[in-house]
Structures are given as C-alpha cells and as structure tokens.
C-alpha cells in the first residue's frame, strides 16, 4: 500500500479531515497531534490530548476491515512488550483497560478507519496507555508507521485464527447492545468466519453482526 501521510493540527475529527479533503485516495492517512471533537463509536467522544495518535486512514471497504485493523493495532503494540487483548470487535484493551480504538465509517466503497492510540496519558479512569505498559519507548511516528506496516500484513494469512488469539471475549458472559433497547446476553461462543460474534442466550443463540460489546464475567 502507498501512503501519504498529512499531518494536521487543531482539527476537529481527523475521520472529518479524511473524509472532506482527501478526496478519499486510498493510502492517504491523516495525523493530528490533537483533536477537538475526536469521535469514538456509538456515539461516544474519543478524548484526544496532545501526546496520544490520532490517525485516519482511506482504505477500501472490506467485510473483515473492522477485524483487520484491530489485529494489525494489537500486533503493533504487542512488538512492543505489551500484551493487548481484543474485546470484539476491535476495542483494544490490556488488563481490561482501554489502550486504543478504532473507528470505520464507510461510504461505498471507500473506509475511513479511524486509530486513536493513548500512549503518554490514559484519559479515562478505565483506560490505560503505552507509556505505563512497557518500559519500551516508541514516538507517535515510529507506532504510526508499525500499525501501517501490520495493516498490510493483516491482508495476508488467516485472519479470522489471528483474531481469535487477540480476543479475550471467547468464553465469557456478555452484554450486546443491538440498539438503544435492544440487546442480548450471555455466553459469546465463537466468532465466525465473516467475524461475527455468536452469543448463547440458554435459549437461542445469535449471531450478532455489529454492536456495542460488554464483558460481564471474568475470563475463563
Ligand atoms: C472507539 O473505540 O470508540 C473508537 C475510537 C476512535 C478514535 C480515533 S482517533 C482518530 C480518529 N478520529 C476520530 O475522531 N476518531 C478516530
């Protein structure tokens, strides 16, 4: 993949950046050092101080993508001496706590996956960064460009195994919420070869294509 990197400043999202002034060229990639209305998903805000990576990417649309990007992230922080653990679909967490997160907001054929990554401060009680998980320093360029080079390779092989070493939402009771009032609960069973989540309810089990994921037991 060919990329261009343009770095921005005092943006509001860079997933708007992408989306308004790149006219969307596969390859390009977004950086700011801060974002005022960083975007999370379902809604939520993604706090974005300076210190952290805040990256946008134009891909192509694929099925799999959300998945894709979540390994290619663990991976690049995992060469780094943490050990990251992917909560489905892509929330990536270490010791249950938010490290980085990715947004995809597609139009046709065209992706823009969002990557804000926390690496010198965590800014929510339940989030945790690079710098208080490995000894190992990494500048926001160097992790930048390891996630690009782990997003080609995540092309490569099958992605659907590397996902489900990554995924510490196998076995566990979980909460999805579907919508505003819908959700299922209960055991997650397996992701499926098109990545997605099957949940036994005791009564049913559903195969849940997107939604917002909580893990209400322990690991077993
Ligand atoms: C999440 O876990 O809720 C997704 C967070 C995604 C944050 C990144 S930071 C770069 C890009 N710009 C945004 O506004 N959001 C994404």
């Known amino acids: 993949m060919d990329v261009h990197i343009i ?35 379902h809604g939520h805000v993604w706090l974005s101080p300076r210190g952290g990576l805040y990256a946008s990417i134009v891909l192509r649309s694929d099925p799999l993508l959300s998945l894709r990007i979540g390994v290619a992230v663990a ?31 597609s139009s046709g054929e065209t992706a823009i996956v969002g990557i804000g990554v926390n690496i010198d401060r965590a800014p929510l009680l339940n989030s945790t960064c690079v710098v208080a998980e490995t000894e190992r320093t990494i500048t926001r360029e160097d992790l930048l460009h390891a996630i690009l080079e782990e997003i080609e390779i995540a092309y490569e092989g099958d992605l ?22 819908a959700y299922v609960t209960g055991i997650a069973m397996e992701i499926d070869r098109e990545g997605h989540l099957v949940v036994d309810d005791g009564n049913d089990v559903h195969t849940i294509v997107g939604g917002d994921c909580e893990h209400l037991s322990a690991r077993v």
Not at 24 to 31: D, H, R
Not at 166 to 174: D, E, H, N, P, Q
């Open 7 to 41: 770095h921005v400043d005092g943006v509001s999202s860079t997933q708007d950046v992408a989306r308004e002034m790149t006219m969307q060229e596969l390859g390009t990639v977004i950086v700011a050092d801060v974002q005022e209305s960083g975007r999370g998903r």
């Open 75 to 105: 991976r690049a922080l995992q060469h780094l001496g943490i050990d990251p653990r992917l909560k489905w679909p892509n929330d990536v967490l270490v010791h249950e706590k938010k490290i980085a997160g990715i947004l995809i907001e």
């Open 160 to 181: 659907i195994k590397a996902y489900r070493e990554f995924c510490s939402t196998l076995g566990r009771t979980v909460r999805v919420s579907l919508s505003a009032e």
